[in-house]
């Protein structure tokens, strides 16, 4: 149940970070060339994507050196990345703590076949049968649980990349337009 809330709720928090309109730049651009700092400040927060927010806080720094808004872009960035990668550690958790729960349910159903035998004095498949089963059962179901849960690990490891790929191009865009001579 964790790994498939942490999956659904990732996978729409992510979708919503890669949003960015497809002239989202190119506005930035026009209103950083017109000097309208402002207007280029409430596109950002009117997107409220990650590339808006580190882009929001590059325009705030517009009149200081290139190296403190270069800076403070790549901080939000961090923090932008830190929010996209929130809770994947437990759905990775997931993935690893399944099959060895799995496997200690295995364990217990081996263990409670031994006493039954043990009880039963001599051995038939019947004495045997209900402790094996649950051994199998648990096995089956902790691979399971770890096999989706670490398909879906990888899968949003996979997207979260892609946004700070875009991320970084974004602000590299970014620092490039306002290396732009004045026109």
Do not use: W
Not at 93 to 120: H, K, Q, R, Y
């Amino acid at each position: 149940m964790i790994a498939i809330y942490v999956f659904i709720e990732r996978t729409l928090a992510i979708r919503k970070a890669e949003k960015v309109a497809p002239d989202f730049m190119d506005k930035i651009r026009d209103y950083i060339s017109q000097g309208s700092f402002e207007s280029a400040r409430n596109l950002c927060q009117d997107s409220d994507t990650p590339m808006a927010r580190m882009l929001d806080k590059g325009i705030s720094r517009i009149g200081k050196d290139l190296k403190d808004i270069s800076v403070a872009i790549e901080n939000i960035g961090k923090l932008e990345i830190y929010n996209l990668e929130k809770n994947l550690s437990s759905l990775a958790t997931v993935a690893g703590a399944a099959p060895m729960v799995g496997f200690l349910g295995t364990v217990i159903g081996m263990v409670n076949v031994f006493l039954d035998m043990e009880t039963a004095g001599t051995v038939r498949v019947e004495d045997i049968s209900s402790g094996t089963k649950q051994a199998m059962i648990t096995t089956i179901v902790g691979l399971i649980v770890g096999i989706i849960a670490y398909m879906a690990y990888n899968n949003l490891v996979s997207k979260v990349s892609k946004v700070v790929h875009k991320m970084e191009a974004t602000s590299i865009e970014f620092i490039d337009i306002l290396e732009e001579p004045a026109s």
